[in-house]
């Protein structure tokens, strides 16, 4: 049976751009936010219906779209308000795809409160950005019983480019992007670390940019954060205190799976102490400033 | 005035590579090294001349590259012999390419014997690996003064496709490929970190391996090197020692810079620890073998 209905909770840049391409993609959209100018813009852009509470158009939905901040707000999303919650309001064996980036231990909780509501979950991190994300062109990493993919499958084509399918058990999603975020927040932290070497030495951090983009030290990371360094300019796309909350994350896993992260953990340190020094809400690339006793290049007008 | 001939001393890979490189162009090569067959296979090439001891030719060379493998040889190939030494055999003012990964301080030293016998440095390290160097397609990152480019135009032309000029202080070419070598060797060790973590989650490492690569976490280190994880082929490429030596390196020289090097300082107690575990002679991707406690892939026939 196709799916015709689809709700997104959570319409920041990824949740948006993901209710966008389900439009786009003909399914019935329906959204629902805090933010009262998100949900006008869904509004103009097709949906169905909008809400600040779900509740309204839950049993409407063929499937549901989460993409809150953190677990927190996907637990209270799903099961605030007791009795009345949105998980009661959906109909027996309504998919909900996870996508926020939550621990394995969290969405396994998530999985378990909704299967006591006759509900289906897929655990199902994003990534992309919010460019990818409005072309519905996600990745997404997901991890859940057969049935349930077959059942978002309408919906999984409309937002992704890519669907990596991690296996049945629910928590997998989660470590799978969790375990990319520890790469990804060692990368910056390592191209902070030697950026930060480099003009302590003496070396002009765009001479030493161009020498590593060309060679077998790049990263994705690296060419794209310290290219900020490089021009002074820390305005942030995704800030210090995001890879505080993630690295955080990878540090929760690894204590569940009793496993050492010595790399994760001291990039972890690395971005706390800048935070703490008053970095926190600046590019993740400012992580660079927790280096003393070196001179940065500033912004040019 | 136009370089005309030009002598290479050691012959592994990239010496080798660039040494052809200078045979394709135009230029009469002269070869030393202490490996026979490779003086048969230069020879062959189409070599000047070629010798284990490089004072056989010294009279004749309009330049020197430098391609052996650590600091202690080149100041064996340079000063060995005393009085009888080969930098006391070269022309006046005869431009010295040194290109092993060597510490600024030795490279500082190095250059202030060089111009005790009236002769120029350029502190030039290379990378691109075998297949660059046999194509005369080296990355050269050089520090010198500009008369000392200028000398080396023709050999430079003939090995690198892109020469890198860090500035006029000898020290910053061999400072660039150590925070070069930080970024690879923290990039390696991150991958195996995330892929360790993966095994110990359950995850597919083969699964893992193409989310990351098609994803932001990626690196060229992880994409190369996991590889080897994944098929559970150690063969090694660059051993696991190499960058115990490399690492070793970024850690004297952040100690000459009194500079912390967090990231790299654990990157380098783990492959030290795989090192002493027995994997030191392993491809550096073994580096993974030193987490404990998980099944990796094994080769398949």
Redesign the interface.
């Known amino acids: 049976m196709a799916t015709k209905t689809v709700g997104v909770i959570g319409l920041g840049s990824m949740g948006m751009g993901a209710a966008k391409s389900c439009i786009k993609a003909g399914l019935a959209t329906y959204g629902a936010d805090l933010n009262e100018k998100a949900l006008e813009q869904l509004q103009q852009a097709g949906a169905a219906a909008v809400s600040k509470d779900a509740r309204d158009f839950a049993d409407k939905l063929d499937a549901l779209i989460i993409l809150v901040v953190n677990a927190n707000q996907v637990k209270t999303v799903l099961f605030g308000n007791g009795d009345e919650c949105l998980a009661s309001k959906l109909k027996a064996n309504t998919p909900v795809m996870v996508s926020s980036t939550i621990s394995?231990k969290d969405a396994k909780e998530i999985n378990a409160k909704l299967n006591e509501y006759g509900l289906l979950m897929l655990d199902a991190p994003v990534?992309?950005?919010a460019a990818k994300a409005n072309l519905g062109e996600m990745?997404v990493?997901a991890a859940g019983e057969q049935k349930t993919f077959d059942l978002l499958k309408d919906v999984l084509d409309a937002v992704a480019a890519?669907v990596?399918n991690?296996?049945s058990?629910i928590g997998?999603g989660a470590?799978?992007k969790i375990?990319?975020?520890?790469?990804?927040g060692?990368?910056i932290?390592?191209?902070a670390?030697?950026m930060?070497?480099?003009a302590?030495?003496?070396?002009?951090l765009d001479?030493?940019y161009?020498?590593?983009t060309?060679?077998?030290?790049?990263?994705?990371?690296?060419e794209?954060r310290m290219k900020h360094v490089v021009d002074g300019d820390y305005t942030p796309l995704s800030a210090v205190n995001i890879f505080v909350k993630d690295l955080g994350l990878v540090s929760d896993?690894?204590k569940e799976?009793?496993?050492?992260?010595?790399?994760?953990s001291?990039?972890l340190?690395?971005f706390t102490n800048a935070s703490n020094a008053g970095y926190g809400l600046e590019d993740d690339s400012a992580v660079i400033k927790s280096?003393a006793?070196i001179t940065l290049p500033t912004k040019k007008d």
């Open positions: 394995a990534s992309g950005g990745t990493m890519k990596y991690i296996g058990e997998l470590t799978v375990i990319h975020q520890l790469l990804a060692v990368h932290a390592a191209g670390e030697a930060a070497m480099a302590k030495a003496g070396i002009p001479v030493m161009d020498v590593v060309h060679a077998a030290g790049n990263s994705w990371m690296f794209n896993t690894a799976l009793h496993f050492p992260i010595p790399l994760a001291t990039a340190t690395m280096f006793g």
